[in-house]
């Protein structure tokens, strides 16, 4: 893969502001994307993503989201330490100011040239990308594995722009009543797409990750890339 020109910016918001890992696609960016990180920081993995998205032809932002907390965190799933740290920081974290953050991210690319951007994001990612697909001027969202949604469902009518839930079939943070809920409530919606992949646990796209599983995570990916080609261009 060709080296992708990256470096990290400061997103403002109110009166302060908070990181971001920009990625640059090669010539004029097709769009915008958000990169939503897991409960791990803007890791290796999300940057990996960021990176894809603009070999893709996308200008790529992945925000720091717990930067209220403590800034620029970037843990992996290798070690215990790490993953408690990550839960606590997932449990402190609020996510009605994560909305107001991605909208930040979103009015950034728009500024830095991008007439439309989508969202794409995992697991407390995938959460806070339904809920930017209900609550923020995204063009498109795709969501993978986000926990929490079925609590989410009252917001459901307020998505106004194409978007796709990925669901891990065996996901033990997503129960199978949780599965069918998020499921038959999206059923009738116009601007929705449920998919969930038989046999998959959860963080199956995360790369190098016990649960990665390559032919998934590419028919997830290849569903997400047609959407924002049609949304996004």
Known sequence: MTEIAHETVRVSIDDTYFDAYLAHPKGAPKGGIVVIQEIFGVNA????????????????????????????VS???????????????????DGDEGVTDIQAAIDY???AGCAKVGTIGFCLGGRMVYLAACRTTGDAHASYYGVGIQDMLGEADKISAPTLIHIAGEDEFVPK????????????????EVHIY???DHAFARHNGMHYDAQAAARAHGRTLTMFAEAIG
């Open 45 to 72: 993995d999300i940057k990996q993503t960021a990176d894809w998205l603009a070999g893709e032809g996308y200008l790529t932002l992945a925000p720091d989201l717990f930067w209220r907390q403590e800034r620029n």
């Open 75 to 93: 843990l992996t799933d290798s070690s215990e330490a790490e993953w408690q740290k990550a839960f606590a920081l997932m449990n402190g974290y």
């Open 109 to 111: 690319l728009r500024a």
């Open 177 to 192: 009543e949780a599965q069918s809920a998020i499921a038959d409530a999206l059923a009738a919606h116009s601007l929705a």
């Open 198 to 200: 038989d046999g998959q």
